[in-house]
Nanobody
Framework: QVQLVESGGGLVQAGGSLRLSCAAS????????MGWFRQAPGKEREFVAG?????????SYADSVKGRFTISRDNAQNTVDLQMNSLKPEDTAVYYCNVINVGVNYWGQGTQVTVSS
């Protein structure tokens, strides 16, 4: 079983920055993927960014956030962060931490990010 706890959401003006953090606890396979998804009101949950746990491994971003968001992880601490810069009103959503461990998806409780225009 894996538990995820997110922090760092809030309200920011357009053009501003926020940093989201997610702490994972539990038992993990040697390789597992960590990432972030988001869900805006009335829309489906969508992928934001993902990262593998080996040096030089996969990092992937949604086209809508490329060049503005940066994902990073600390394998020793089992944490994954999302640095969000140049935020836009359309980035407003609940952001969810995600871990794929032994083929099972785990989700955090979500943290609200609101970007005002």
């Amino acid at each position: 079983q894996v538990q995820l706890v997110e922090s760092g959401g809030g309200l920011v003006q357009a053009g501003g920055s926020l940093r989201l953090s997610c702490a994972a606890s539990g038992r993990f396979a040697d390789r597992y993927v960590m990432g972030w998804f988001r869900q805006a009101p009335g829309k489906e949950r969508e992928f934001v960014a993902g990262i593998g746990n080996n040096e030089g491994s996969m990092i992937s971003y949604a086209d809508s956030v490329k060049g503005r968001f940066t994902i990073s992880r600390d394998n020793a601490q089992n944490t994954v962060d999302l640095q969000m810069n140049s935020l836009k009103p359309e980035d407003t959503a609940v952001y969810y931490c995600n871990v794929i461990n032994v083929g099972v998806n785990y989700w955090g409780q979500g943290t609200q990010v609101t970007v005002s225009s």
